[in-house]
Structures are given as C-alpha cells and as structure tokens.
C-alpha cells in the first residue's frame, strides 16, 4: 500500500466508534482525528490515542492533514455537516442517511461536484451475502419479471434505545423511523428494483407517544417504475427484541423470501431452473447491549473508501451519493403523505 488515507470521525457514539474501529483495522486507512461535542472523558474512546476536538470547525482548521471525514453525528445534521467538509477540501463518508430533505441532499450533491470531491454513503446491507446474491438474480434476470415485493421491518425501539435528552425520537434531529431504523432497506428495495411511484400510506403511533415526536408504524404500498408492486411494513412497537427484517419477492420463473432479524438468510428461494448456492455466512448484527441494529458491514464501506480513494482501478463506489439521495426522496415521498 502506498500512502495511508486519512480518516477523521465526527461523531462518537455507537456508529462512529465504530467508524473508528474499522479505520483503524484497515491497513489502508489512518484514524487522524475524533471529534464531539461531549467531553472526551465520557464517550469510551481511550482506544484512540489521535486529537480530540470538541467543534468541527476547529477540526478543519486546525491544520491536519485529512482525506475522509466521516460524519457519524445526529441525522439532521448530516448534510450540513458532509456540505462543510467538502468545502475544506475533504471527502465525506455520511452516515445514513444523508439528508432528512432532498433539497438538502442535492445541496451535498451540488457541493461534491462543485469542489470534484467524493461522497460516501453507508448502507452497509448491500454486503451481506443474501444482498449480494439476490443483487446478481435481479440483474441476471433469472427471476425474470417482478410481479411483488414485499419488505417487513419489525424491530423493537423502546425506552432503553429513545432516552430523555437524547437526539432519537427528536423530529429535527433523528427526522423519524423510516429514516433512521428503516433506510437500509428502503435502499435494498431501491437497488434492487428501481424507483417506486403511486404510493399509498397509513402511519400509526401505537406506544411511542412519549419516547419520539413521530410515528412508530407504517403500511405503504406502491407501484414500482420498472414494472410490479409492492409493500413496506415497518413498526418499532415489537416488545423487547426485534423480531425480524424480510424481503419476498414474487416474479415471473420464482419466489424468494430473505428473513432473519436484519434480511441475513435467504429463507425461501424456488426458480425455474435453479439450485441455491450455499451463500458465505453474514456478519452479526450491530450490538448496543440492550437494542440490536443491523449486520456490522462497516469494514466493507471503509475497504470501498479506501480502494476507490487509492486509485484502485475497477473500484466504484458501493453506495454513491446520487443513490443516497434517492432514499431521502423516496422517504420523503412517503412521509408526504402523513395527514
């Protein structure tokens, strides 16, 4: 490997420590630099031996040489904060999602063509193994055409996971459920299918009136551009533990269900003309003691930063930022339709 690329994490809790630990184990990448507003004592980042800053923009001034900027901070901060370091010369890797407004997301699209800077976005279930084979049928068309998808997100998010004075639950911060628990696999859907339309919903606050300022259930269905229909059912109303994240899929040669607590097992697979392969095992979830998150896939969007930024010829992007922007519309396309 010739030069190291140099990351900073803005952001320490749960998602950038882990942002920081992958850098750190990747031998492309060098962690240069930790940034929170909290006082360094209390985040649980003494495995980090680099400067600490307590406001971002001390960080870009202070003279340190950084490629990659990772933004881990609040959601509603995303954009803002991936628009300032694109102007102080760095690239950006943003955590989901990239924006709560598409306005917004453009805003950080215009800024990384304006200033030929590359903006990362992670939606780290496009690594699983499941993601990946299922990515193959689609394209191969061995599934031929897509009559029905139908994706089921049931997670548990109570009061151990929305906390007094935290930023979950917050509708300027955390922006609301699809958002925050749920757009990896809006993305999924996304770039599996293609673009969604004629989109019908029904949202519900079942038992989280005094944990967040949103909605907590939802029922969406809709037509796909490319041909098809589909559903999303999402609640983080599921008592104690997640029960599961799915995705079936009807089509033309076969039907497909990937399941499991975060879409980690292909549970059902029969096509025309088809043996299942056996598919490498997923990473386990993220684990935040008392709430389960998605498949710890960040080592691969670090590896992808890395590849692309050293030059790495057949290398592109996983999840580019015009990917990252058709989430945020999609999800804003759906939450439009709240009463």
């Given at each position: 490997?010739?030069?190291?690329?140099?990351?900073?994490?803005?952001?320490?809790?749960?998602?950038?420590?882990?942002?920081?630990?992958?850098?750190?184990?990747?031998?492309?990448?060098?962690?240069?630099?930790?940034?929170?507003?909290?006082?360094?004592?209390?985040?649980?980042?003494?495995?980090?031996?680099?400067?600490?800053?307590?406001?971002?923009?001390?960080?870009?001034?202070?003279?340190?040489?950084?490629?990659?900027?990772?933004?881990?901070?609040?959601?509603?901060?995303?954009?803002?904060?991936?628009i300032q370091a694109v102007e102080a010369g760095c690239n950006v890797v943003i955590?989901?999602?990239?924006?709560?407004?598409?306005?917004?997301?453009?805003?950080?699209?215009y800024a990384s063509l304006k200033y030929r800077k590359q903006v990362f976005c992670?939606?780290?279930?496009?690594?699983?193994?499941?993601?990946?084979?299922?990515?193959?049928?689609?394209?191969?068309?061995?599934?031929?055409?897509?009559?029905?998808?139908?994706l089921n997100c049931y997670w548990n998010r109570d009061e151990r996971y929305y906390?007094?004075?935290?930023?979950?639950?917050?509708?300027?911060?955390?922006?609301?459920?699809?958002?925050?628990?749920?757009?990896?696999?809006?993305?999924?859907?996304?770039?599996?299918?293609?673009?969604?339309?004629?989109?019908?919903?029904?949202?519900?606050?079942?038992?989280?009136?005094?944990?967040?300022?949103?909605?907590?259930?939802?029922?969406?269905?809709?037509?796909?551009?490319?041909?098809?229909?589909?559903?999303?059912?999402?609640?983080?109303?599921?008592?104690?533990?997640?029960?599961?994240?799915?995705?079936?899929?009807?089509?033309?040669?076969?039907?497909?269900?990937?399941?499991?607590?975060?879409?980690?097992?292909?549970?059902?697979?029969?096509?025309?003309?088809?043996?299942?392969?056996?598919?490498?095992?997923?990473?386990?979830?993220?684990?935040?003691?008392?709430?389960?998150?998605?498949?710890?896939?960040?080592?691969?969007?670090?590896?992808?930063?890395?590849?692309?930024?050293?030059?790495?010829?057949?290398?592109?992007?996983?999840?580019?930022?015009?990917?990252?922007?058709?989430?945020?519309?999609?999800?804003?396309?759906?939450?439009?339709?709240?009463?």
């Amino acid at each position: 490997m010739d030069k190291k690329i140099k990351f900073a994490v803005i952001g320490c809790g749960h998602i950038g420590k882990r942002h920081a630990e992958m850098v750190t184990r990747d031998p492309g990448a060098e962690l240069v630099a930790l940034c929170d507003i909290r006082p360094r004592e209390e985040l649980g980042i003494e495995a980090y031996d680099v400067p600490f800053f307590s406001s971002f923009t001390e960080l870009l001034r202070s003279g340190l040489s950084i490629d990659v900027v990772n933004v881990c901070t609040p959601n509603g901060l995303h954009a803002a904060m991936a628009i300032q370091a694109v102007e102080a010369g760095c690239n950006v890797v943003i955590e989901k999602p990239m924006a709560l407004t598409l306005a917004d997301a453009e805003k950080v699209v215009y800024a990384s063509l304006k200033y030929r800077k590359q903006v990362f976005c992670v939606m780290q279930n496009r690594y699983s193994p499941p993601s990946v084979w299922i990515k193959e049928m689609v394209d191969s068309g061995k599934l031929g055409k897509i009559y029905m998808v139908q994706l089921n997100c049931y997670w548990n998010r109570d009061e151990r996971y929305y906390k007094p004075g935290g930023w979950h639950g917050d509708a300027a911060l955390d922006g609301g459920t699809l958002f925050t628990q749920f757009s990896h696999f809006i993305d999924i859907m996304y770039w599996l299918f293609g673009d969604i339309c004629n989109i019908q919903a029904r949202f519900a606050d079942f038992n989280h009136a005094g944990l967040t300022a949103f909605e907590d259930s939802g029922f969406v269905n809709f037509n796909f551009v490319n041909g098809g229909m589909g559903s999303l059912s999402y609640s983080t109303s599921v008592w104690n533990k997640n029960m599961e994240s799915s995705m079936l899929i009807v089509a033309e040669n076969g039907s497909v269900k990937i399941g499991g607590q975060y879409m980690n097992e292909v549970e059902y697979c029969h096509i025309k003309d088809y043996e299942m392969p056996e598919l490498a095992p997923t990473n386990p979830g993220n684990d935040y003691g008392p709430y389960k998150g998605s498949a710890q896939n960040h080592n691969f969007v670090i590896r992808n930063v890395v590849r692309v930024l050293s030059g790495a010829s057949s290398e592109c992007i996983t999840t580019n930022v015009l990917e990252g922007m058709k989430v945020v519309d999609i999800i804003q396309r759906i939450y439009a339709l709240k009463k």
